[in-house]
Nanobody, 123 residues
């Protein structure tokens, strides 16, 4: 069973920075495509950033140039560096793993979510 544990959320002023981390266990991490999603109160969950097994990244337009996703296949973690935070970034942030049978090609065999971490941007 894949487990994802997020950390690093909190309260930050507009313009500030936070770094979220997600620790994964229960699978071969390098076989996972990873992503960060967020859900603001009263809204649907939305994609923030993804990183493929090969390290390619993708960002929502709203966070491009401010957020950076990265992965460490030795520590089995994926991180989200968030800079120039805005009040509209306030949400619960979730880590997601798409698990494949191998690092290259392969078959997706499962999708897992973390429990979420709250990020609040307010003065």
């Amino acid at each position: 069973q894949v487990q994802l544990v997020e950390s690093g959320g909190g309260l930050v002023q507009p313009g500030g920075s936070l770094r979220l981390s997600c620790a994964a266990s229960g699978s071969i991490f390098s076989n996972n495509a990873m992503g960060w999603y967020r859900q603001a109160a009263g809204k649907e969950r939305e994609l923030v950033a993804t990183i493929t097994r090969g390290g390619s990244t993708n960002y929502a337009d709203s966070v491009k140039g401010r957020f950076t996703i990265s992965r460490d296949n030795v520590k089995n973690t994926v991180s989200l560096q968030m800079n120039s935070l805005k009040p509209e970034d306030t949400a619960v942030y979730y880590c997601k793993a798409d698990v494949y049978t191998s690092r290259i090609s392969g078959i997706r065999i499962g999708t897992y979510w973390g429990q979420g971490t709250q990020v609040t941007v307010s003065s």
